[in-house]
């Protein structure tokens, strides 16, 4: 299924990749509304940032931009960049009800439809907030249920992101090349509770996400009974990719700021080495 909407003639620069944060540089996200902006933002650089070192795309097509006062690169194709943007704001829109516990970035084989690597971001530390205090601060939820105030503020987030864009350079350093003789699509899935619903038929937005059969992809070993895809811009995929077993898994980092904690890491499939033994 190919991507819905269309792209403009001129690019589509990334907000995001010049100014990630919409709260002051070193504050932390005090809504769950906040956190949902901080993420997004983050997860549309690190999209770019993927596509660039694992050379889904020509380096050509990529301009150097920085983003948390970190040097990035930034896709100008009008598509890839539109295409990300969707991506953001449907997971903002999942994490505002409270739904969502994972999202990942698979880089697939245009020539066999196989996955070949997993970028996994883990949500399943973000907190659950009514959908009417999505603008509450958590420093007067904890003081409304007579919990210490927290004391985190001396975290700096921007600073923690950077720490991960680092981290996630240097891992795919250490992945094993993909494939020369082939190209290369990407699928962005997220993964819901088990007691949500997946998000499909409400509106637009979710209408452009497909359900896939249960303990087709699962982040770690959960047992969610949904998973949830959206098809990358040009990879040109009916369905969502199973991949069989982990080959190996690489840490990213861990980012803990104030209620904002999420893991990355990298998985490679073991088809990714099927192939290159075949190539």
Same mark, same amino acid.
């Given at each position: ?28 996200? /005090? ?90 971001? /883990? ?18 939820? *904890? ?12 975290? /700096?987030?921007?600073?923690?992101? =950077? ?10 350093? =250490? ?66 990719? *199973? ?9 990213? =980092? ?15 499939? =073991? ?9």
């Amino acid at each position: 299924m190919a991507m819905a909407s269309e792209s403009s003639t001129t690019v589509n620069t990334m907000t995001a990749a010049t100014t990630p944060l919409s709260a002051p540089e070193n504050s932390l996200p /005090d809504t769950q509304a906040a956190i949902a902006a901080s993420f997004t933002n983050f997860l549309s650089v690190a999209m770019h940032q993927i596509l660039f070192l694992r050379n889904v795309y020509p380096r050509a097509t990529f301009l150097p931009v920085r983003a948390y006062n970190y040097p990035v690169r930034q896709s100008r194709h009008p598509k890839v960049c539109d295409y990300i943007n969707d991506v953001a704001i449907a997971v903002e829109s999942e994490i505002l009800k409270g739904t969502i516990t994972a999202v990942t970035v698979i880089i697939s084989s245009v020539r066999t439809n196989q996955p070949m690597e997993r970028y996994a971001f /883990d949500l399943s530390g973000f907190p659950h907030v009514p959908v009417g205090e999505l603008y509450t601060t958590f420093e007067e939820r *904890k003081e409304e249920a007579s919990k210490p105030a927290s004391t985190a503020q001396s975290i /700096d987030l921007e600073s923690q992101f =950077r720490a991960c864009l680092a981290r996630l350079a240097s891992a795919c350093a =250490r992945l094993t090349p993909l494939p020369r003789d082939d190209e290369f699509g990407f699928t962005v899935c997220i993964e819901v509770r088990e007691d949500a619903l997946p998000p499909v038929g409400t509106t637009k937005e979710e209408q452009t996400w497909i359900v896939a059969e249960p303990g087709q992809v699962h982040v770690r070993s959960c047992t969610a009974p949904f998973s949830v895809s959206k098809v990358g811009s040009h990879s040109q995929q009916p369905l969502l990719p *199973k991949i069989n077993g982990r080959a190996k898994t690489v840490p990213v =980092r861990r980012v803990e700021a104030g209620e904002l904690r999420l893991e990355l890491w990298v998985e490679e499939a =073991r088809q990714k080495f099927d192939e290159r033994l075949v190539t």
